[in-house]
């Protein structure tokens, strides 16, 4: 049902919008797609901190809410807002699980 809310179709795959994110030897970090200047999805498998979300658009705010994968509830998580290095630290999420964190631009 989320995805349904978005241009899915629009969407391509994007590690290197946050760190840290998986690789072939690490499968279990976030994963990261979305469309330029307009939406980031990240998948997270359970982890204890919240990865940095990173070549943010400068000038560019986002609403950026966490999504529970289990029961469709959303968290507000603030607004994404690059610092000078482009990047952005979301809040740790409320429990520890599998969460998908959504910055959609304002």
Known sequence: ALLMRYPWWRMEPHPEWVEPHWTAANYMQPYCA??????????MPAMWDAPKMVQLETGLSYRAFYFNPATGAELPAGTAVADAAGAWQPPVAPVFQDWVLVLQAE
């Open 34 to 43: 979305g469309i330029l200047r307009e939406l980031r999805i990240v998948f």
